[in-house]
């Protein structure tokens, strides 16, 4: 939820309040409380059941609508909240447990002789939302992913949709393929059975100035394509503890500057939740029971990078 106060030395792992009975490799529902739980800042279920997943922020409605990418075997694959005014992502979500996690392909390559195109236009996207062609070609920016390919080598189908223009931010190289690529690394790290059982990951750049970051926006080019001047990345993790018989969940957000910047040393770029969403004017994890959700976002960022394995 968000909240601005700053709680200290909480735990480092915060207990499910609930007994969770949804599958690991799909929380369709979001958590499957058997326990009704407070929950005061949830997504309504009744406008669509997926919005109840537990890697979905509150959804921002009006002017924006939700994408959501399925695939025949692995079902949801990664949702979008879409600003149609802005022609911009808010963010990108998806989930990451062991059996979307295999490598059954390679990254995409389009075959031209096909008609293929590197960065489809999504087809869930009615075109009066998007622009004429391309706005990232010619710029100076890469398509950044957000959801990345790496992420999803599941399926081809599955991969594809990873390159819609709609999972895309424009990103310098040297910050795509630099820092916010180890970062990408290092959730793939903990994306193991040893670490979690699903890992709920929201992930974006700023795109609307906020009370706290009135520079939120770096530029916007003359397309009308904006340029985020912050990304982030909100993750939870969820782990079975067969000692408690009960889930074991901890979070964690990474906040960094869009600019040339080949760091791996990721520990100085940890914050917590709470930051994320001052920051931005999301609320992250919203389908959690609201006790939960607010131990959780408010951990003091030192807790979550030694949580985490972060040195």
Known sequence: MMKFSRLLLLPLLVTCLFSACSSDDDEESGGGASVKMRNDNANDPKVNAAYS???????????????????????????????????????????????????NTTRYYADASKGEAQYPYDPSLSSEFYFTSDPYWNTGYDHGHICPSADRLCSREANIQTFYLTNMQPQVNGFNAGVWSNMESQVRKWNNSNFRDTLFVCKGGTIEPTASRPDAVLRTLGSG???????????????????KKDYDYKALGFWVEHKSNNDNQLKSYVVNIDYIEKMTGIDFFCNLPDELENKLEAVDKELVSISWGLK
């Open 53 to 103: 997943r537990l890697e979905f922020p509150k959804v921002k409605g009006g002017n924006t609508i939700v994408l959501i990418h399925s695939t025949s075997k692995y079902g949801i694959n990664y949702s979008v909240e879409w600003d149609c005014g802005k022609k911009a992502q808010r963010w990108s979500c998806y989930q990451m447990y062991a059996s979307n996690s295999v490598a």
């Open 225 to 243: 394509l904006i340029v985020p001047k912050y990304y982030y990345m909100a993750l939870l993790c969820k782990k079975y503890n067969s000692d």
